[in-house]
Structures are given as structure tokens and as C-alpha cells.
């Protein structure tokens, strides 16, 4: 994905931006040297986010999984998010607005999977297992863990369609130029559709996708009745 700008650059990356994706590069180059990357790990034990019914979860975890990926590509394509759309929107928040901004959004995205935790396992929370069956249950439930910065970076997705809904964005593969607001509601539908039909195999936490991008655009319409200023 790229925008369609016409001639004009990005400028200089904005500060917070520039900091957040080197904590998240630091953090994945942790995970390499820990053997973080191969399930199940103490890494992702400890760091990313769990079934509130699982022995590993920790309330901590709603935070430290925003700073860890799944690999190379999963970590390469949301800071490439980050760096694209995050650096805009802060340039018209400024770096504190941005980051709470962030924090919220990825909080909201990690409650939002929970939810889908509670909903996808529901049944069997609430069934009497054997110590065996607990123990099997236990088992799936640890690489059935959720890491990743996207909820977060789906809000400042959904920040940027609002503030900029016209500014033309290339998708690879297609070859025309979309608007920022048709894109970012394709790629929410993307994630409804992905949440609710459970394509065996697929493991993207869609719900917390969803969850960013939701309270991202309560949040900017929010603060933009209050001043206005959107940029077209």
C-alpha cells in the first residue's frame, strides 16, 4: 500500500512513531534470541495475551502483546503501517494526542479479544473437564495466544481515513488509486467477514482488529467535534 501523492514526500518520521517502531523491533529481535517464535515459548508465556481462563494469562498482557509479532512479515508490515499513516496522524495531533491516542486503541483491540476468547470458548469454559481434558484445554489455550501491534495500528487507520477520507491510496495488486476512506472500511469489512465466518486455519485475531479500529474512530470523531480539523 502506498499513496498516491502526486510528487509530495514524507517528511521527517514523527517522534513517536520513530520510537514505537524501534521498541517493536527491539522487542521481535528479543523474541529471535529468546526462541520466541516457536510455539509454545516463555516469551510468548509471559508477554502475550491470554485466555483470562488460561494459567499464563496476566492482566499486564492486555500491554506487552501490542510489542511483540508473530515474525519477520507480521512485524514488517504493521511498522510499515505505522510509519505510513501514524506519521500523519501525528504530524496534526502532536506526539502526546498520537500516543495516547495509540494506547487507547490497542487496549480497546486487546479487551476485544478477550471478548472473542470468552465467546469462542464459552462451552467449555463454563463445562466441568476432567483434570485431563483441563490439562489438554490448558495446552491449546497457551499457542492459542494473541500478539501483535495491529489493533492498535487499525486505529490509526481509521484515524487517517477520517482525517484524510480523500487522499488516494495504491493497494497492491490494484492498479488504481482508491480513496483512504473506501480502503480502510474495505479492510474493516475484511475483518467483520473474518471474524465472523472462521475460515479453518486462519489466525488473525480479527476481533481485536476490530476493536482498534472501532474505538480509533469514536475516539477521533470525538476530538474532531471538538476542533474541527480535518484534513481532505
Given at each position: 500500500m502506498a499513496f498516491n501523492n502526486y510528487g509530495n514526500r514524507f517528511q521527517q518520521t514523527t517522534p513517536i512513531v520513530l520510537n514505537l517502531i524501534i521498541i517493536n523491533v527491539l522487542v521481535y529481535l528479543a523474541q529471535v534470541v529468546t526462541g520466541?517464535?516457536?510455539?509454545?515459548?516463555?516469551?510468548?508465556?509471559?508477554?502475550?495475551?491470554?485466555?483470562?481462563?488460561?494459567?499464563?494469562?496476566?492482566?499486564?498482557q492486555v500491554v506487552t502483546h501490542m510489542f511483540m509479532h508473530g515474525g519477520f512479515f507480521h512485524l514488517l508490515f504493521n511498522?510499515?503501517?505505522?510509519?505510513?499513516?501514524?506519521?500523519?496522524?501525528?504530524?496534526?495531533?502532536?506526539?502526546?494526542?498520537?500516543?495516547?491516542?495509540?494506547?487507547?486503541?490497542g487496549l480497546a483491540a486487546a479487551f476485544f479479544q478477550m471478548g472473542s476468547y470468552a465467546f469462542d470458548w464459552w462451552q467449555v469454559d463454563h463445562s466441568s473437564l476432567s483434570p485431563d481434558d483441563m490439562d489438554r484445554y490448558q495446552a491449546i489455550l497457551r499457542v492459542s495466544a494473541t500478539v501483535g501491534?495491529?489493533?492498535?495500528?487499525?486505529?490509526?487507520?481509521?484515524?487517517?481515513?477520517?482525517?484524510?477520507?480523500?487522499?488516494?491510496?495504491?493497494?497492491?495488486?490494484?492498479?488504481?488509486?482508491?480513496?483512504?476512506?473506501?480502503a480502510?472500511?474495505?479492510?474493516?469489512?475484511?475483518?467483520?467477514?473474518?471474524?465472523?465466518?472462521?475460515?479453518?486455519?486462519?489466525?488473525?485475531?480479527?476481533?481485536?482488529?476490530?476493536?482498534?479500529?472501532?474505538?480509533?474512530?469514536?475516539?477521533?470523531?470525538?476530538?474532531?467535534?471538538?476542533?474541527?480539523?480535518?484534513?481532505?
Amino acid at each position: 500500500m502506498a499513496f498516491n501523492n502526486y510528487g509530495n514526500r514524507f517528511q521527517q518520521t514523527t517522534p513517536i512513531v520513530l520510537n514505537l517502531i524501534i521498541i517493536n523491533v527491539l522487542v521481535y529481535l528479543a523474541q529471535v534470541v529468546t526462541g520466541g517464535n516457536n510455539d509454545p515459548n516463555a516469551a510468548t508465556d509471559l508477554f502475550a495475551l491470554h485466555h483470562y481462563k488460561s494459567v499464563y494469562f496476566q492482566p499486564y498482557q492486555v500491554v506487552t502483546h501490542m510489542f511483540m509479532h508473530g515474525g519477520f512479515f507480521h512485524l514488517l508490515f504493521n511498522m510499515f503501517a505505522l510509519w505510513m499513516f501514524g506519521s500523519m496522524v501525528e504530524r496534526v495531533w502532536g506526539p502526546k494526542r498520537f500516543l495516547i491516542f495509540y494506547f487507547i486503541c490497542g487496549l480497546a483491540a486487546a479487551f476485544f479479544q478477550m471478548g472473542s476468547y470468552a465467546f469462542d470458548w464459552w462451552q467449555v469454559d463454563h463445562s466441568s473437564l476432567s483434570p485431563d481434558d483441563m490439562d489438554r484445554y490448558q495446552a491449546i489455550l497457551r499457542v492459542s495466544a494473541t500478539v501483535g501491534a495491529s489493533g492498535a495500528i487499525m486505529g490509526v487507520l481509521a484515524a487517517f481515513g477520517y482525517l484524510f477520507p480523500n487522499t488516494e491510496l495504491i493497494i497492491f495488486p490494484i492498479p488504481i488509486p482508491v480513496k483512504a476512506k473506501w480502503a480502510i472500511l474495505g479492510m474493516i469489512a475484511i475483518d467483520v467477514f473474518g471474524g465472523v465466518v472462521k475460515v479453518q486455519g486462519d489466525n488473525i485475531a480479527h476481533f481485536a482488529h476490530i476493536g482498534g479500529a472501532v474505538t480509533g474512530f469514536l475516539l477521533v470523531l470525538y476530538w474532531n467535534k471538538k476542533n474541527k480539523k480535518t484534513f481532505y
